[in-house]
């Protein structure tokens, strides 16, 4: 099972393909174990003592008892026996106090480490992973996942070491006052054993059914109110309550069938406990009649009795509780055997890429699963300090070709490089932080917008960050803003606009100030006049820069130093502006359309694809 990862189309998470899990996967505990083994000891040293000060309950009754019986008990001796039972008690609620600290407290230290190792290692992975995996499957690891190992390190220690050492321990003392009458008392509880595992195994199937259709109805709420103005637009609204209606039925029909079996469990395993009672009030009665055993030992018996009760019912708990913890691990074990397509040499070299010449040479690269390359033998070379502008149809596979630069994406056909180091011979961070990226979606973190522009420089000057927003002609709607450069942006910054979002994302990249700059498409949300400020104010940082413009429109790329032309993965063409509009069709209609058409009073937005 180790580091084996499924290939089915449910993602990479499936876990061990029998769903049970496997307990190999166990050796991502192993560190924390031997961390903090002195807290454990500790832990199971108070919870062994609780037991022993529990199991030492039934003798004091008993001695009492006797004493009663045998007539030589005074008040004082039962005062003395009762103020004995409150101090147990004092000391049970102090030790078990100690070992809930210790041991729930280990099993939320495990947790806690977990997620950040999980995390850290979720953004070591690539969008190869994700295109596998969806967010709700990374949610789930988590959040259910993570509870299930969570549960199996506290609880399920603790189930276990009750059910072994007070369950033994109690049957011992009751075989010590009579071996046949243990037997006979005891014969019941292996069935709820029994009963407690099922009915803890189904429970647990239907509560993962709750989980899910909770999960379903907060999507649902997000995606609705996130979509609103869509909902109302279509006169929705009654269509989604009802629909939020039905899902919510759903929930409470698995609410209320995970309900019957809590409310089967309890009166059930009462039964099966209360038969152990009869039996021991019909034959430890008679012994004690015929005076086999004396009447304290049958109190005493009785008390051990209720004491075995929960070992038993601990022992079916803990089966459950450490398959699915162990289930639940496997799954995680999964994930941290995922690695990036694109993996770090960790013997490359660190090496400084201070010209920003960059040169591929019969440059492949297809999508996992895809046979058609999408870059396909592509040949370029972009001397240092050059503009470069990239047109082309959509599909043509610019953005892809702008990933592989930005070393997203591993290039494993044909040969790329950076000032003359060949990519795959260098660290990927060699590469990565010699490159300011835009990519074609803006993404905005839900935080500041100073944030935002400050992303990958956070020690970045407010002076610096307002520059920057300058260039790319967005200080201003800033500005105006309530609370200006620290006006927080909703998720995904659904409060700005597209265009707004694209010139932040350009400030982010320009505040890195880098040899080579690359922007796929980042202008697209703007009008004519503000692309022309943009350009006109971005010119100067761009000066002495190897900056790559992806562009559909002509005019970002009109004053560029070369212009390709792509076409299915390769360079179809290419040439200043004057040369492609002299000679290559598609550029040349493309001009036309931008500048003719609206010219003429057409839609500009028609051709903004690049389709003529
Ligand atoms: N993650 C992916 N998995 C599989 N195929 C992909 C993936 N991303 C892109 N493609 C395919 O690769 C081809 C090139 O896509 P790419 O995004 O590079 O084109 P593009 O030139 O940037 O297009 P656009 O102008 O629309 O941005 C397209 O046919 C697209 O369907
Ligand atoms: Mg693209």
């Known amino acids: 099972m180790r580091g084996r990862l499924s290939s089915k189309s449910s993602g990479v998470l499936a876990g061990d393909s029998s769903g049970k899990g496997s307990w190999s996967s166990i050796w991502l505990l192993k560190p924390y174990f031997k961390r903090y083994l002195l807290r454990l000891a500790g832990g199971f040293a108070a919870l062994v003592l609780v037991d022993l000060l529990q199991l030492f309950v039934p003798r004091i009754i008993r001695y009492a008892v006797n004493s009663l019986q045998e007539g030589h008990a005074t008040p004082r001796l039962l005062l003395s026996c009762g103020l004995y039972i409150c101090l147990i008690a004092v000391s049970i609620a102090g030790f078990r106090f100690i070992w809930r600290h210790l041991i729930l407290g280990f099993s939320r230290l495990v947790e806690t480490h977990l997620r ?28 259910n996942d993570l509870a299930a190992v969570q549960l199996a390190t506290g609880m399920g220690i603790v189930a276990l070491i009750d059910a072994v050492f007070m369950g033994l321990a109690a049957f011992g003392f009751m075989c010590y006052i009579d071996p046949r009458l243990t037997f006979i008392a005891v014969a019941p509880m292996p069935l709820l054993a029994l009963l ?37 637009a279509y006169n929705q609204e009654e269509h989604q309550s009802r629909r939020f209606a039905q899902m919510g039925e759903t929930y409470v029909r698995n609410n209320v069938r995970v309900a019957v079996i809590y409310g089967a ?17 019909i034959f430890g009665g008679r012994l004690t009649i015929y005076g086999t055993i004396t009447a304290g030992d049958f ?48 013997n490359a070299p660190s090496v400084r890429i201070g010209r920003g010449e960059i040169s591929a040479r019969k440059l ?55 000032d003359g180091y060949d990519v795959n011979s260098v660290s990927i961070d060699s590469v990565r932080s010699s490159i300011a990226y835009v990519p074609q979606d803006a993404m905005l973190f839900s935080d500041t917008i100073a944030f935002n522009i400050a992303f990958g420089a956070p020690e970045a000057s407010m002076e610096k960050i307002e520059k920057v927003a300058r260039a790319a002609a967005i200080h201003d709607e800033i500005s105006a803003m309530p609370e200006g450069y620290e006006t927080r942006i909703g998720e995904k910054g659904v409060k700005l606009s597209g265009g707004q979002r694209q010139r932040i994302a350009i400030a982010r990249a320009l505040l890195l100030d880098r040899p080579i700059i690359i922007i796929d498409d980042g202008l697209s ?70 500048t003719l058409v609206p010219a003429l009073g057409g839609t500009e937005r028609g051709v903004i694809c690049g389709e003529p």
């Open 116 to 143: 950040n190792r999980m995390f850290s290692h979720l953004l070591a992975l690539d969008k190869d992973f994700f295109q596998k995996t969806n967010a709700g499957e990374v949610m789930a690891l988590a959040t």
């Open 196 to 232: 407690t595992r099922t009915l803890s195994s189904r429970l647990h199937g239907r509560f993962k059914k709750v989980q899910e259709q909770f999960s379903v109805l907060t999507e649902f709420v997000r995606s609705t109110i996130s979509s609103i103005r869509l909902v109302k």
């Open 299 to 346: 109190v005493a018996f009785i008390s051990y009795l209720f004491l075995m009760t929960w070992p038993m019912m601990a022992l079916g708990w803990v089966t459950d509780l450490f398959q699915r913890g162990v289930t639940s691990l496997s799954r995680i074990e999964s994930l941290m055997m995922a690695r990036p397509s694109l993996c770090a040499d960790e």
């Open 525 to 594: 949300g703007v009008d004519m006049e503000t692309e022309h400020a943009i350009i006109r104010s971005i010119s100067s940082y761009l000066e002495g820069r190897t900056c790559i413009i992806v562009s559909h429109r002509i005019a970002p790329v009109a004053d560029a130093h070369r212009i390709v032309v792509m076409e299915n993965g390769r360079i179809a063409d290419q040439g200043t502006h004057s040369e492609l509009i002299e000679r290559n069709t598609f550029y040349s209609s493309i001009y036309r359309h931008q």
């Open 364 to 418: 492949s690269f297809r999508y996992p699963g895809q046979t058609e390359p999408v870059i396909n033998g592509l040949d370029l070379e972009i001397p240092a300090g050059t503009l470069l502008g990239i047109v082309g149809r959509t599909g043509a596979g610019k953005t892809t070709l702008c990933n592989l630069m930005a070393r997203l994406f591993p290039v494993e056909e044909g040969r790329l490089f950076f």
């Open 265 to 281: 469990l309890s009166p059930v395993s009462s039964f099966i406990a209360n038969s152990s009672m009869l039996l021991v009030l």
